[in-house]
């Protein structure tokens, strides 16, 4: 029996009828004629850098379940989060909107604005099972009506484990997934959020060398802004043997699919929220710090895999593809506008290029740190091998104020050298490159400077290109309505910041208080002459 359900909604979009038919005895019938809508599982590590899986070249890392997925479906080169952290980068994800339109949720650590729904929470509403398992969207806080509000779905992060180093989450993500599934009606499509806390610091010292068996001879080269040292990398030796954990539970929740015949019908997106927890990486505005891994794979969907996709990826554009793979259109959600757009022909047709010439960047404010809370605002383009940034307030730090231990960026062994050959008067370059204030513009040839080391704004030859890339990214920020290019930017600054324990950081830390910023080492704070 196919059950018919008017349902007339408060909207945005007003006077719009929404006419849903849908009901398990119509997946049953979906079901016998092999027209089931898919499962999406997302799998999304914390703090992962491209190109760090085996499958891209990194030998240093060995990924076999990421590396699966990628060759029996799609392997992107050119994925970007608009905003490399946490909180803002999921919320994009889950979203489908640039975090410059995310009123609060374009911060780290916010109040989630009740306006915006979530893909998720859509899902949930058309007949999928959804939940998630370890880190979903955070931090942060996220209420409707004065109620708890679940951005992804129901919490199974009971089940635990024992962990094979220190700092090293303790729940099961595959047992949890199993769990999940176990209780899902039979015929019921899912969505399925894996949030692994991997691999986010803190790393037990050594643990790539002691428990993964590996040798800092295996890293071929440590990137430029940082010292090469012995101590640099074991730093990201450790952080690969965590990425490695992360993925074989990934390898047995593939495992889990095969055998209950779920797999050829599951779209499995891998990826992370951004970049690596090392200086000038995580929570900054370069191609290293949002390029991230992703690879995507739907059997019963995507033609041809194997394929290698070079065009740009925008976050953003995961809620339009999922939405419009399932059918849901416009007409049948209360999302706000996406940003992003549907991959969704490129999925069904090897011989489709996506269309897209450039990409945009940006941040707010991240980690708390600066005065009154303060943030670092940038927005950013990318085409044609070019980097060009506006750092709309160049006099403040940007990973954080000097004297509150610059907390934009997670103490590590890698920070604390940079730090150290500084004060010592040895090395200075590292730390410019890391925590020194930056010009308001800069511009970058990825070509001859794929690190961003030497910034040719200034320089005559370029004034043509630089030209060009701001006039397309103030006319793309000015049609978006951003507020920062708006004349509103300060609303940014003036949104709260959610967790009360380390609110007002430099007025309380200044003022002698005890406040604790357990993300970073003592040694990070600097004494101010």
């Not at 899902?123 to 931090?139: C, E, F, M, S």
Request: charged share 25%.
């Amino acid at each position: 029996i196919l059950k018919k359900t008017l349902v007339i909604k408060k909207s945005s979009k007003p006077f719009k009828i929404i006419l849903i038919f849908f009901s398990f005895t119509l997946l049953c019938k979906c079901e016998k004629s092999s027209n089931l809508p898919p499962n999406i599982l997302f799998v999304i590590s914390d703090d992962q850098s491209f190109p760090h899986a085996s499958i891209y070249g990194t030998s240093w890392i060995k990924t076999p379940g990421f590396d699966r997925i990628a060759k029996e479906g799609l392997l992107f080169n050119n994925a970007y989060t608009t905003n490399a952290k946490c909180s803002p980068s999921r919320a994009t994800i889950l979203t489908g909107r640039n975090s410059w339109l995310l009123e609060e949720a374009a911060n780290h650590v916010p109040y989630f604005p009740e306006k915006f729904i979530t893909f998720p929470e859509v899902l949930k509403n058309r007949g999928y099972k959804t939940g998630k398992t370890g880190k979903g969207w955070a931090p942060g806080i996220a209420f409707k009506n004065g109620i708890k509000r679940d951005l992804i779905g129901q919490n199974y992060s009971s089940i635990t484990t024992i962990p094979p180093a220190k700092f090293i989450s303790n729940i099961d993500y595959f047992e949890n997934f199993k769990l999940f599934l176990e209780e899902k009606e039979k015929d019921q499509p899912f969505l399925f959020w894996v949030g692994g806390l991997e691999p986010h610091r803190r790393y037990q010292y050594r643990v790539g060398i002691e428990y993964g068996n590996k040798t800092t001879d295996d890293i071929k080269s440590v990137p430029n802004y940082w010292p090469d040292s012995e101590n640099v990398r074991i730093d990201m030796l450790d952080y690969a043997f965590e990425i490695e954990y992360f993925d074989s539970h990934l390898e047995r929740i593939i495992k889990e699919l095969e055998i209950r015949d779920l797999l050829e019908n599951t779209i499995i997106v891998v990826t992370s929220d951004n970049g690596m927890p090392f200086p000038r990486v995580k929570g900054q505005v370069y191609p290293d710090d949002n390029r991230l891994p992703l690879a995507i794979r739907w059997g019963k969907g995507i033609k041809n895999p194997g394929r290698v996709i070079d065009e740009y990826f925008s976050f953003s554009d995961f809620a339009p593809t999922f939405l419009d793979i399932i059918g849901i259109n416009q007409d049948l959600h209360e999302m706000e506008d996406f940003s992003g757009k549907s991959w969704k022909e490129v999925f069904f047709n090897n011989s489709i290029k996506f269309e897209r010439e450039y990409i945009i960047l940006g941040k707010e404010r991240h980690d708390v740190g600066r005065e009154n809370d303060k943030g670092y605002p940038v927005r950013s383009i990318l085409k044609n091998n070019y980097f060009y940034s506006i750092n709309f307030e160049p006099n403040r730090w940007p990973a954080g104020n000097p004297e509150t231990g610059y907390l934009n960026t997670d103490g590590s062994p890698t920070k604390s050298e940079i730090l150290n050959l500084k004060r010592d008067n040895v090395n200075s370059v590292f730390w410019e490159l890391a925590f020194g204030k930056r010009p308001k513009e800069t511009l970058y040839n990825l070509i001859n400077d794929p690190r961003c080391l030497v910034n040719i704004a200034d320089n005559n030859a370029f004034m043509d290109v630089k030209s060009d890339l701001n006039k397309i990214l103030i006319r793309d920020l000015i049609n978006q309505k951003d507020p920062r290019v708006m004349g509103r930017g300060k609303i940014f600054d003036n949104y709260i910041y959610a967790h009360k324990k380390t609110r007002n950081f430099h007025e309380r830390y200044t003022n002698g208080d005890s406040i604790y910023a357990g993300w970073v080492n003592e040694s990070d704070f600097e004494k101010l002459k």
